[in-house]
């Protein structure tokens, strides 16, 4: 096993790639000080305890020294993982920083703007398994920031039998949909193009949020086949490959995002089969025929474009 300081150097002799991904054992400018341009964890409330900072995103944390991250200024927590320890933070960089409740940046989250303290919400406390840096702010209230040629980061769920509305990241909400509008067992290019779909279908309200709940909130979808059924946690490895593999895709007509819907079968569809609407289990049976998800797509959708 190679020493610490072997590691280090082999790294360097890699070249800047990757120190741009420092792993733990590697990232020099973590000193436990809470300094600009930073964000932090604090291992107790009302930012006490120990510190652990940092100047990017991270999608894991671990859980074991020596590799993972850990508290290291000095106060109570020092030397231990942060995954699932901090209870909270301060932003100081210059950014909008989200922390998650999963690796990879996914499920629950919670926003910190530029320059924020706060604890984390007790979903988060004690719960944070990745944070990201955004790019730009946030949407608040009933906005979004998605448009013909951008995904929207967030989308709001009527969550119906809560009666509730819940801002959803974007990609966690599309794999937590498809498991349950697809079968994840089917091939993985009917997979594809339902992903396209349920991606679309989303995209689309999200630009809108022009729906009331009773008590007056705005919400994009609702979580039940009104919209599309979206169960937390539902997302299972197959369907998440086939999220993951299009998400760079659009699915455009006459260069706007379209409300690409479904239904099971073409029979089920009935009078609405009017080439806006995709049989799913008519996708599963092209795609056991050796089709590909794009002449899927356009077996079922007229007139699209796909494409970056």
Partial sequence: MLTRTVRLISAMALGGTVLATATPASAANRNGVCETGEFCYYFNSNNQGSVSDFTGSVTD???????????????????????????????????????????????????????????LNPTLKNQNASHLFLTSAPPTGCKSDGTDTRLPT?????????????????KTYVKNVLPNEWVSSWPGESLKAGALAVKNFGWY??????????SGQCFDVYDHT?????????????????VDATWGTRLTR???????????????????????????????????????????????YTGIAIGS
């Fill in 61 to 119: 944390y671990a859980t074991k020294q020596p590799s993972c991250y850990d508290f290291k200024g000095p106060g109570t927590g020092k030397g231990k993982c942060i995954k699932n320890s901090a209870a909270s933070v301060w932003n100081r960089s210059a950014k909008t920083v989200r922390v998650y409740f999963n690796t990879g940046h996914t499920g629950k989250f919670q926003d910190f703007a530029a320059g924020a303290r706060g604890n």
């Fill in 154 to 170: 967030t989308i709001l769920v009527y969550r119906k039998s809560a009666n509730r509305v819940e801002r959803v990241d974007f």
């Fill in 205 to 214: 309200w999200a630009m809108r949020s022009n729906r009331k709940t009773p």
């Fill in 226 to 242: 009104s919209s599309q059924v979206y169960k937390p946690g539902s997302a299972k490895p197959a369907t998440s490959a086939a």
């Fill in 254 to 300: 006459g260069g706007k995002i379209f409300k690409a819907q479904y239904c099971s079968t073409t029979t089920a569809c009935g009078n609405w089969v009017t080439g806006d609407w995709m049989s799913q289990k008519g996708s599963r049976d092209k795609a056991r025929a050796g089709w590909s998800y794009a002449r899927i797509l356009r077996a079922y």
